[in-house]
């Protein structure tokens, strides 16, 4: 294991050098300076820092002796490593090493207007234990280090890290802050420091003093408990560089606390270090950092502006507004209409009228961004929706009187296997259009493939004519489409690139929960669907190997001697090959047999009709036989 010390900036170089050996040294690691290829490194001398002189570059240290480099830094060479890079890329090569245990880099102090700094996408990239830093003037220093516990803040890290550093005689304070009208605030506080203690798993838990302050105001109480120290470490918390989101006692908002503290926004000494600390990431979430850079490779990205405008349109979409609701209706009773009189044309005209596509992108697009508010907007058009639709529905069934089920009706209200397929592919190309303006044209093909509105308007239907399977078929088959097109939705647009920081702890537990609950209720859903793919599919199964049996049967008994038969080929007559086929005339229940035989000679006319009429009495229906034949050479046996 090692340390390292990320270098963005040659003026600051020695000083975070120096306080990363001094980690090393307490943790007994070797410590690994990483440093841009070919930079000017500064050399600051005591009397430049203290009187605020600009740093004096030296030679670029590629050209400087190893030895001498380090030296001007104030390091041992023979204790550190200097690892050159010429990229970002290269950077992050060396700090995502397998051996690596801390990586430290410091943040300036001035926000850059182009992005986040180099620091920064290191904190939010790197995925082994990262430390951001502003040190303070007097380097290294941290005999007294204090650790304010945060709610929702990775207090474990930032304990460990903090036991790494003190050695014996150095002072290392918990800090929990309670509100003022808590009376019970002191003990609880204690118990909170306690469990935090004991979940972050340090050597010697009770050599950390223990400190509560009472303060509505969070901040006051880490200014003031800091002035007593020289080192304040932070956990991060699960939003990544914005750290920690820091809310009162009384739950008010205070704003981003340690980033303010980071930077010299709040009145604390000069002298004061400030660090905040991030865990090293699961194995779950390097896949998903190799997973995100293998998508933007292979996938276009999304830019900012297709981002903002597709989140704007299904907010929008997602609403249940008068618009939305009144095309639910219309749309529902368009498909209602059309299924009772069996036109297919009607149905499609209502797919296109009909707007539920929306929320359900809607509802893939907030569990991708944790956007919990669009979620629950989502999910109230949804509701809102099926309820105007399956009302309608109803009513329209009980009017018309509806007993006798169309084949639309009945189709519907018998959902298989591959209609999960369907929904599932619409999600994808529907969310994948959607965020491409110039791919728009594509749209209604994918409402008219997703089909959501015509299986509420079978359920209601259904409902009305008493039919109840054909009602839990259809309901069913809506559930399934909900449930896919969620999944394809997310898919499609974590691959374009919305999707939270990879490793910064930006997925919200709920996100999560969200997402595996939609791949559990496809799994449910799909197990009915398998069903009743395969209950549909036996018999067909079944009847296809007997007719193949008695073809074969029919056919060897007629054959002449010479003749064998080598393959059978049945199919309805509409899809068989006419070429070369002897017809039968038009009849829907036809069937198209095709024999391939091996003989001397081709067959005889004569015997072709009596292979065709002893087919059809066979088989009960009408044959339109094919005879493929294979000349063969005469043996001399024959």
Known sequence: MSVVAVITDAGRAA?????????????????????????????????????????????????????????????????????????????????????????LAEVPLQRDRRGPSLARRLFDRCANTTVLLRLGEEEGACGKILVPLLRGADNGAALRLAEA???????????????????????????????????????????????????????????????????????????????????????????????????????????????????????????????????????????????????????????????????????????????????????????????????????????????????????????????????ISVAVGVITATHNLTPQLEARGNPNLLDLGVAFFSGLAAAYCLARPDLSAALPGVAIAAALVPPIATTGIALAAGVLEVATGALLLFLTNVAAIVVGAFISLYAGGLRPQSGSGAIRPWMRSAFLGVLVAVALLAWPLARASVERTAPEVTERAARVETIETVATELLAAGQRLVRVQQAPVASAPSGGREESGENDDALAVTLEIEAISPPARGQVDRLRSALSQALERPVALEVRTTLVARSAAD
């Open 165 to 391: 550093l003190a050695k014996e005689g150095d002072r290392l304070t918990a800090l929990a802050v309670e509100p003022r009208a808590f009376t019970e605030g002191e003990g609880v506080g204690r118990r909170w420091i306690q469990r935090e203690l004991d979940a972050a798993g340090l050597a010697d838990a009770s050599a950390v003093e223990m400190r509560v302050e009472l303060d509505d105001s969070v901040e006051a109480a880490i200014v003031r408990a800091a002035e007593q120290h020289e080192l304040v470490l932070f956990g991060a918390s699960g939003l990544g560089t914005q750290i920690p989101s820091l809310r009162s006692p009384r739950g008010q908002l205070l704003g981003l606390l340690p980033d303010r503290m980071v930077r010299g926004r709040t009145p604390l000494a000069a002298e004061l270090a400030l660090g905040v600390v991030r865990s090293r990431w699961s194995l779950g979430a390097r896949m998903q950092l190799r997973l995100g850079r293998w998508l933007d490779v292979v996938v276009p990205q999304l830019d900012r502006d297709q981002r903002v405008g597709l989140t704007e349109r299904l907010q929008h979409g997602s609403e249940s507004n008068f618009d939305f609701l009144s095309l639910m209706a219309l749309s529902t009773a368009i498909a209602s209409l059309g299924l009772i009189q069996d036109s297919a044309a009607v149905v499609i005209g209502a797919m296109l009228v009909a707007p539920l596509m929306m929320p359900i992108l809607g509802a893939g697009l907030a569990i991708v961004q944790g956007n919990l508010p669009l979620l629950r907007s989502a999910a109230k058009a949804l509701l809102l929706g099926y309820a105007i639709a399956l009302a």
């Open 15 to 103: 000083p975070l050098a120096r306080w990363a050996q001094r980690l090393a040294q307490r943790i007994e690691e070797p410590l690994i300076v990483a440093r841009p290829e070919g930079e000017r490194i500064a050399t600051p001398t005591r009397r430049q820092r203290a009187d605020g002189d600009a740093a004096t570059p030296e030679q670029p240290s590629d050209q400087q002796p190893k030895a001498g480099a380090l030296a001007a830094w104030g390091l041992d060479s023979e204790e550190v490593t200097v690892a050159p890079y010429a990229d970002e890329a290269g950077l992050f090569e060396i700090c995502n090493g397998g051996d690596v245990r801390y990586v």
